[in-house]
């Protein structure tokens, strides 16, 4: 029994992370840039459609989401997301291909924390997922 509680108890301060990317290898390398936070744990969609389902049914805290995806494409994901009182507050990291100001200007526009292009830097994306996790508490 104590077995149970120890893992729910642990299981209740991780913060879980939504990795929304169609491309493995990139999820693969957000995450590695993740590992790093000691109390963070992952949940990986490969589609919009599939994030929203994760969004509404799991606890997420944060999601890293590509707008370039086959089925529902990111921005309708961050509409979604912030057309809900319940996860309006839920941090969002735009990580995408698209650099052109007026993808970043329509993503910040409906409600994205942060926008970051691709290529990114691993390094720094930690610490900032950091900060938004802590000004989200």
Request: hydrophobic content about 50%.
């Amino acid at each position: 029994m104590f077995e149970f509680l120890a893992s729910t108890t642990l299981g209740a301060l991780l913060k879980k992370i939504l990795v929304v990317d169609d491309s493995a290898t990139m999820r693969r390398m957000v995450i590695a840039a993740l590992a790093g936070l000691a109390d963070a744990s992952f949940e990986q969609a490969v589609s919009g459609l599939e994030a929203i389902e994760r969004i509404t049914v799991s606890k997420i805290d944060l999601v890293v989401l590509d707008l370039n995806m086959p089925d529902v494409h990111g921005l309708e994901v961050l509409r979604f997301v912030r057309g809900h009182e319940a996860l309006r507050h839920l941090p969002i990291i735009v990580l995408t291909t698209r650099g052109d100001e007026q993808s970043r200007t329509a993503a910040l526009a409906d409600g994205a924390s942060l926008y970051l292009t691709k290529p990114f830097a691993p390094e720094t994306l930690a610490p900032q997922v950091e900060r938004l996790l802590q000004q989200a508490q």
